[in-house]
């Protein structure tokens, strides 16, 4: 009981603090100076049509690096907390796959892997990126995992990829500085024509490594969730 | 007009699943229902204009995370068992 009105209590000093900010809280109609200075000049500086694309991989490609560490932490964290001692599943009972699974699973995995090569490629021109397509491909993958309980994929091909794909983003990063004006700036190659598949300078050449990181990380974790069923 | 009626009936359609989410005591209906909640705040956000977060939300939030919770529940179940 006591514990009931204090959790009410709490409750209450939440909707206190929220109904003094909602009662402030004007819309904010004009962009601010930053959001115009990229809303502006973004598409002659980036070349990228995809706004969103040009702030997160250009103007803000630090914090993606950040964030592919983070996830990159997060996914080795997973692997070490899982090891497999128990590797040849000798006495591991499987339960059946359904049929519906099996055959689903057949059809959509490489149309999934297809469409996420295809929104980490085109992360320029169309809504997606290197993240997003990332995540669909290990969807995919890890849909492959369920349904077939049984087929054997090495962590090492997925280490390999990641790990290249990791220094190829920071090797590009460093490129820019060397080549052009800062760290992971896009000018290395020619800006090209707006809107088309080759334009935007560096941006799909780093997405489709920050892809390919992103997917094989995924994957991976996945992959030791499944590893480790069955250990103790 | 239709949109924010649409958002309205997302949003609390979210809520019910998130306390649905808490209160289920069958593990099972708690992660389906999570990962619904992540399922129908990406049409959200599409509908707020933000298909780069629907998209990763739907990727990660109802498709990734949710497996990852089947995998863990089955080897929490396993070790109990």
Do not use: C, W
């Amino acid at each position: 009981m006591v514990k009931d009105s204090f959790i009410i209590l709490v409750l209450i000093g939440v909707a206190f603090i929220l109904a003094n900010l909602f009662a402030g809280f004007t819309g904010n109609i004009d962009l601010s100076a930053v959001a115009n200075h990229y809303a502006e000049n973004g598409p002659e500086e980036v070349g990228s049509a995809n706004l969103v694309t040009a702030v997160v991989v250009t103007y803000r490609g630090l914090d993606t690096l950040g964030e592919v560490t983070i996830l990159f932490l997060s996914a080795a964290i997973v692997g070490f907390f899982l090891k497999v001692e128990n590797k040849d599943h000798k006495n591991r009972e499987l339960k059946y796959t359904s049929e519906i699974l099996n055959t689903a699973s057949q059809i959509l995995v490489p149309i999934m892997l297809l469409f996420g090569a295809y929104v980490f490629i085109n992360g320029h021109l169309s809504p997606g990126g290197g993240f997003q397509g990332g995540a669909i491909i290990a969807s995919g993958l890890v849909l492959m995992f369920l349904a077939q309980p049984k087929k054997a994929i090495g962590h090492k091909l997925i280490n390999i990829v990641e790990s290249i794909s990791g220094v190829s983003f920071v090797l590009l990063g460093v490129a820019g500085i060397l080549f052009a004006s800062g760290f992971l700036d896009n000018k290395i190659l020619s800006l090209g024509r707006f809107g088309t598949l080759f334009s935007a300078g560096l941006i799909p050449i780093i997405y489709i490594f920050v892809g390919l990181k992103v997917g094989s990380e995924l994957t991976g974790i996945g992959l030791s969730l499944r590893e480790n069923q069955d250990e103790a | 007009m239709l949109n924010i009626i649409l958002a309205i009936f997302l949003g609390i359609l979210i809520l019910v699943l998130a306390v649905m989410a808490v209160q289920n005591k069958n593990i099972v209906v708690s992660i389906i229902a999570a990962g619904a909640v992540s399922l129908f705040a990406s049409v959200l956000y599409l509908l707020l204009a933000a298909p780069d977060v629907a998209m990763t939300e739907a990727a990660i939030g109802s498709g990734l995370s949710t497996i990852i919770f089947f995998y863990v529940l089955n080897k929490i179940k396993r070790q109990d068992g």
